[in-house]
């Protein structure tokens, strides 16, 4: 071959491997730089006044008084939110003034009681007239004209029953049939059917953005005790209350187009109207948002199924399975590996044993996890259920055929002058594997070894039925024996394909995603470093 054209091969394939480079640089920048940027969302973004708020209840973080100071200051900006509801509710909701007016009237009653007379000629007088002022209101709010309403009302608060039960609970009727009469001159009452379905919806936006209304009782999930902690997810969730989604009419080909439709429409008139414009306008002051580093996302406990707090239990969790498969497959593979190069012989059983290593490292790993339940679990009983051990254990048998194979070869690669220099010297065969060929091989073997570790750190069928569970405490490392744990490759899975609003949540999905590739990293760059070092040591 003439030298010009080895010259232009050699630029050639240098060239092409360049490219190769660059192209495997440019894929990773691809993958990683998304992961990467909405998974740093998790940890550094805008946080709200709720945000505060329940951290402050829950991990008994921030200033008390600074936090209960922000909380009126946002209450204030959202009281006219309240009051237009309220407002607007005491014509379209019935059922509430109706429940009212009975209790009034059995208060009344017991009012009676209480004084001596009930039972008495003038008593029944006084009942009857107060079931009549009830009835009345009742069938007053039932209507769905505004004129006939407009009129049984005026005719109940223009009664001469109301000085008769004037200071007694009945008063209360008749204040609610004054605050009603003036509902009627802002609501159609004919619409009130189409308000109460709109009202239900807005007021449950209102609740996912703000939280809970002043008068509502605590609700029982965290999720729904505050409204949007995250400033990102408040201005998604006041879009969605401003504008409603709604379908155009179809077209020549028969298609609808998906269209926004202000929400204010469907309110326009009412005491209902102006909330929208408020909340367009002064949403900053309401949610009180602030740039904020949560580093804790890593070691915070999650809160109600990872709506809050962080991921620890889930990163704990990943790194005792990964250290239970270390440590049960290191020894085993290298052991094996000794044995296969060293010792043994080419005879069919050999080649068979050889065959069979490969054949498992090329078996999917929901098997490795099926085998792991009906073996460790269910015939050896290493735990009565789901444990860390049994899913170290089924990740030990998956990356024990790598380990084996990437053992061997590194030590089929140390020259026959070691040894033969070192069974010269008088060692015996076992001295010689154990002081010469290891040491030696071991770099090839921690290559093995950071290949296996990354792989099951990230696996996530072999654990599901062995392992892993979506949430849980933290565990204490003797509770690994016997019990399951969160773990970040099965609870990404778990977001992703099961939780019922992991839009919601999707930065604390990104934020594991990218939490498992930094352990990964940080894993395989320690056994790099360790590799490193002792190949340094035996070539000096």
Same mark, same amino acid.
């Given at each position: 071959?003439?030298?010009?054209?080895r010259?232009?091969?050699?630029?050639?394939f240098?060239?092409?491997?360049?490219l190769?480079?660059?192209?495997?640089?440019?894929?990773?920048?691809?993958?990683?730089?998304?992961?990467?940027v909405?998974g740093m969302?998790a940890?550094?973004?805008?946080?709200t006044?709720?945000?505060?708020?329940?951290?402050?209840?829950?991990f008994?973080r921030g200033n008390?008084?600074? =936090?209960e100071?922000e909380?009126?200051?946002?209450?204030?900006?959202?009281?006219?939110?309240?009051?237009?509801i309220?407002?607007f509710e005491?014509?379209?909701?019935?059922?509430?003034?109706?429940?009212?007016?009975k209790?009034?009237?059995?208060?009344?009653?017991?009012?009676?009681r209480?004084?001596?007379?009930y039972?008495s000629?003038?008593?029944?007088?006084l009942?009857?007239?107060?079931?009549?002022?009830r009835?009345?209101?009742?069938?007053?709010?039932?209507?769905?004209d505004n004129?006939?309403?407009?009129?049984l009302?005026?005719?109940?608060?223009?009664?001469? *029953?109301?000085e008769?039960l004037?200071?007694?609970a009945?008063?209360?009727?008749?204040?609610?049939?004054?605050?009603?009469?003036?509902?009627?001159?802002?609501?159609?009452?004919?619409?009130?059917?189409?308000?109460?379905a709109?009202?239900?919806?807005l007021?449950?936006?209102?609740?996912?953005?703000?939280?809970?209304f002043?008068?509502?009782?605590?609700?029982?999930?965290?999720?729904?005790?505050?409204g949007?902690?995250?400033?990102?997810?408040a201005?998604?969730?006041?879009?969605?209350?401003?504008?409603?989604?709604?379908?155009?009419?179809a077209?020549?080909?028969g298609m609808r187009?998906?269209?926004?439709?202000?929400?204010v429409e469907?309110?326009?008139?009412?005491?209902?109207?102006?909330?929208?414009?408020?909340?367009e306008?002064n949403l900053?002051?309401?949610?009180l948002?602030?740039?904020?580093?949560?580093?804790r996302?890593?070691?915070?406990?999650?809160?109600?199924a *990872?709506?809050?707090?962080g991921?620890?239990?889930s990163?704990?969790?990943?790194?005792?399975?990964?250290?239970?498969a270390?440590?049960?497959?290191?020894?085993?593979?290298v052991a094996?590996?000794v044995?296969?190069a060293?010792?043994?012989?080419?005879?069919?059983?050999?080649?068979?044993?050889?065959?069979?290593?490969?054949?498992?490292?090329?078996?999917?790993?929901?098997v490795?996890?099926?085998f792991?339940?009906a073996?460790?679990?269910?015939v050896?009983?290493?735990s009565d259920s789901?444990?860390?051990l049994a899913g170290?254990l089924?990740l030990?048998?998956?990356i024990?055929p790598?380990?084996?194979?990437a053992?061997e070869e590194?030590i089929?690669?140390?020259?026959s002058a070691y040894?033969?220099?070192?069974?010269?010297?008088?060692?015996?065969?076992?001295?010689?594997?154990?002081?010469?060929?290891l040491?030696?091989?071991?770099?090839g073997i921690l290559?093995?070894v950071?290949?296996?570790?990354?792989?099951a750190?990230?696996?996530?069928?072999?654990?599901?039925?062995?392992?892993a569970?979506s949430?849980?405490?933290?565990l204490?490392?003797?509770?690994?024996l016997?019990?399951?744990?969160p773990?970040?490759?099965w609870?990404?899975?778990?977001?992703?394909?099961? *939780?019922?609003?992991?839009?919601?949540?999707?930065h =604390?999905?990104?934020g594991?995603?990218?939490?498992?590739?930094?352990?990964?990293?940080?894993?395989?760059a320690?056994a790099?470093?360790?590799?490193a070092?002792?190949?340094?040591r035996?070539r000096?």
């Amino acid at each position: 071959m003439r030298l010009s054209t080895r010259k232009i091969l050699d630029q050639t394939f240098t060239g092409i491997g360049g490219l190769a480079t660059a192209l495997l640089i440019i894929s990773l920048l691809i993958v990683l730089g998304p992961i990467i940027v909405r998974g740093m969302g998790a940890i550094v973004f805008r946080e709200t006044i709720e945000r505060r708020v329940l951290f402050l209840e829950h991990f008994g973080r921030g200033n008390s008084e600074t =936090v209960e100071a922000e909380r009126q200051r946002a209450l204030r900006a959202r009281q006219p939110i309240y009051d237009a509801i309220k407002e607007f509710e005491a014509g379209i909701i019935v059922k509430p003034l109706e429940e009212a007016a009975k209790q009034s009237y059995r208060e009344f009653k017991e009012e009676l009681r209480e004084k001596g007379v009930y039972g008495s000629e003038g008593s029944e007088k006084l009942i009857e007239t107060a079931k009549s002022v009830r009835d009345d209101f009742i069938a007053a709010v039932r209507l769905e004209d505004n004129e006939e309403a407009r009129q049984l009302t005026q005719a109940l608060i223009e009664s001469p *029953h109301r000085e008769l039960l004037a200071g007694t609970a009945m008063d209360g009727v008749f204040r609610m049939a004054g605050d009603y009469l003036k509902t009627i001159e802002t609501v159609d009452l004919s619409r009130r059917s189409a308000y109460t379905a709109s009202l239900l919806e807005l007021k449950d936006l209102i609740r996912q953005l703000l939280g809970p209304f002043p008068d509502d009782p605590r609700p029982i999930l965290v999720r729904d005790q505050y409204g949007e902690t995250r400033w990102d997810r408040a201005r998604l969730v006041a879009h969605e209350l401003l504008y409603k989604e709604t379908y155009a009419e179809a077209d020549s080909s028969g298609m609808r187009q998906g269209i926004e439709v202000p929400r204010v429409e469907q309110f326009r008139g009412t005491p209902v109207e102006p909330i929208f414009g408020m909340v367009e306008s002064n949403l900053g002051e309401m949610m009180l948002p602030r740039l904020t580093f949560y580093w804790r996302f890593i070691t915070d406990d999650s809160i109600d199924a *990872h709506f809050f707090g962080g991921i620890w239990p889930s990163v704990l969790g990943t790194l005792y399975l990964a250290l239970f498969a270390m440590l049960f497959a290191i020894p085993l593979g290298v052991a094996a590996a000794v044995y296969l190069a060293e010792y043994a012989r080419g005879t069919p059983l050999i080649r068979i044993i050889r065959s069979c290593i490969d054949t498992l490292a090329a078996v999917p790993s929901i098997v490795f996890g099926l085998f792991g339940l009906a073996f460790f679990i269910n015939v050896i009983g290493v735990s009565d259920s789901k444990s860390v051990l049994a899913g170290g254990l089924t990740l030990a048998l998956l990356i024990l055929p790598i380990i084996i194979r990437a053992s061997e070869e590194a030590i089929h690669a140390v020259p026959s002058a070691y040894r033969e220099a070192s069974l010269a010297l008088g060692a015996s065969k076992g001295k010689c594997v154990l002081s010469v060929v290891l040491p030696a091989a071991l770099p090839g073997i921690l290559t093995g070894v950071i290949i296996s570790l990354g792989r099951a750190a990230g696996e996530t069928a072999p654990i599901i039925f062995t392992a892993a569970v979506s949430v849980g405490l933290p565990l204490r490392a003797w509770e690994t024996l016997s019990k399951p744990s969160p773990v970040l490759p099965w609870t990404i899975y778990n977001l992703a394909t099961e *939780h019922q609003l992991v839009d919601q949540i999707r930065h =604390v999905q990104y934020g594991m995603v990218l939490t498992l590739v930094v352990i990964v990293l940080l894993l395989n760059a320690t056994a790099i470093l360790l590799r490193a070092r002792i190949a340094g040591r035996l070539r000096s």
